[in-house]
């Protein structure tokens, strides 16, 4: 990249905008923090809560350190099975956000798929998918993904739930949350189909597929990554509920929502450090996500400049 | 209006048909039925009979219609995982649901719309500024995070309120009722409080919203020119105008309640319908899950249609769906 890429970056409007809001440095630091969290958890972790031969039950039900009885080598104290509240979280988070990543993928594999073939065809095929999208939509996200998750529980047998959970989930929230990524890139999709470089490449006779595909996705795809910001916050939370619900990650491999599960059981005995830290990094995580897309929205929305 | 309410109608039983068959899809192919029915070693003859008897040997379609016309008088079948009929089942934990569900909604209704009155009207006192960053982080908070700081603060470290079940509930006929003991009036606090405050905080938003923006049209300027008081500005033209676009959004949250009553039914061990189901897409107990998707979504497909027709018969200019387009709205 030369000198004058990034300089033509850095006074780009977008970079302008980021530059001068308070809201987006803020929760862009936050994000930065918490992915290099879960990108280097091995590394930052002080023990690795999942090898059960580095667990010593003494340590169990240690508060934080700075609580009488705390330890500083459990700085978030420590759970009934003496696992390192810290340590969990940092592997619960990097849990969290692969199954959020690639949930998001997913759906927007899925719906911007959906959203050119009905924008791009037409007719029938157009009218089904978008009624299709129309009952999806109508229904609470938390429901269709609990039906998902059931139907997928109800086919797999009983020793593999554990094994394919993340799986599941992926798939679950994935299918509950492509309808946004269809709808829009349907509507684009139906503006570029009528100018002169689609009819030019259907001159040169280039096939449906192949229009749809190389031609108008690149010119369809800028609202998609509003689109997936927002996404990845809904997709995050609907992960951490599946998993509260204790129908999403198993104990053997939490994610935050897991844990905090975990932390819940344990409530009355006064342990409430176990599920009010993962609860916090939940909250901060989906909290800097829309933030972080609300600004986004309206950065990239020229109505509003 | 007539063609309006006769499309609206005919949409909806359509969106009913999709859901049934995705539920007879359900138990047509997730676990062979025969399977739980013949003995371990029965013949290939005995399972043919059997096939014979449930009529699984008639064609698909056949089988779905047969499927609607038992699902239409509420005949599920029974649950794999306890062997009792899923309609009593239902029957069972519906009343806990739908009293925990009509107290949320009422809570919300009750706090949210006068919270969203009182921050249009006075916007940039100190209280409303309070009011709004309260609201953004009550919308941020994933509700089961909610319901269990009430029960950190109220249950364990003040002792004041139940964590758990509905106290004690007395039966009047098939319906069993929490309203009328101290207990169960005192177990259904924190579970409402944990249910209402999402979309308290939507109507308040949404109500504010709104009220501004009627606030700043030219008729209530007119009504401020006519020199009547700000009482009869606010509350009789600008409310009005106001909680049209309310009620419908109010309507559609009806139904999102309903769904999130899963979560607040797990946290609170609240016997309702939401915690049978994630027992059964826990254990896979098609049955449950079939009756319940189905029942869940004819409540929801009722009041979405209500509230259509409620809105078409409210606000005329969206009855101009049937001539011309559509003028004005929100």
Known sequence: MSTSTLSRVWDSDLAWSFRHSKTALISSVLLVVLFGAAIFAPQLATQNPFNIAELELWNSELPPFWVEGGSRDFLLGTDVQARDVYSSILYGLRLSLIVGFASVILAAVIGISLGLLGGFVGGTVDAVIMRFADVLLSFPAILVALLVNGIARGILPPSQHQ??????????????????????????????????????????????????????????MGPVLVIATINLGMAVLTEATLSFLGVGMPATQPSLGTLIRIGNEYLFSGIWWVVIFPSIVLVVLVLSVNLLGDWLRDALNPKLR | MLGFLIRRIIQSVIVMLAVALIAFMMFRFMGDPVNSMVPEHATEQERAEVRERLGLDQPLFVQYGRFIARAATGDFGLS?????????????????????????????????????????????????????????????????????????????????????????????????????????????????????????????????????????TDYIKFAKARGLSDRAINFRHALRNTLIPVITIFGLQLGGLIAFAIITETVFQWPGMGALFIQAVNFGDVPVMAAYLVLVSFIFVVINTSVDLLYASIDPRLRVDDAGPAGGGH
């Open chain 1, 163 to 220: 094994d394919a959970a993340i799986y599941v989930l992926i798939l679950a929230i994935g299918l509950t949350n492509w309808v946004q990524y269809a709808r829009t890139v349907r509507g684009s999709t139906m503006v570029e189909r009528g100018k002169e470089y689609v009819q030019a490449a259907r001159i040169n006779g280039i096939s449906g597929p192949g229009i749809m595909f190389s031609h108008i996705m690149p010119n369809v």
């Open chain 2, 80 to 216: 794999w995982r306890n062997a009792r009929p899923v309609s009593t089942l239902l029957a069972e934990r519906f009343p806990a649901t739908a009293e925990l569900v009509l107290v949320a909604a009422v809570l919300s209704l009750v706090v949210g719309i006068p919270l969203g009155i009182y921050t249009a009207l006075r916007p940039h006192s100190f209280n409303a500024q309070t009011l709004q960053f309260l609201s953004l982080v009550g919308i941020s908070l994933p509700t089961f995070v909610t319901g269990i700081l009430l029960i950190l603060v109220f249950s364990v470290w003040l002792g004041w309120l139940p964590s758990f079940g509905r106290g004690e509930v007395i039966d009047i006929g098939w319906w069993s009722t929490g309203f009328l003991t101290a207990s169960g009036l005192k177990a259904l606090i924190l579970p409402s409080i944990m249910l209402c405050l999402f979309q308290l905080t939507l109507l308040m938003r949404l109500v504010r919203a709104e009220m501004m923006e009627v606030l700043r």
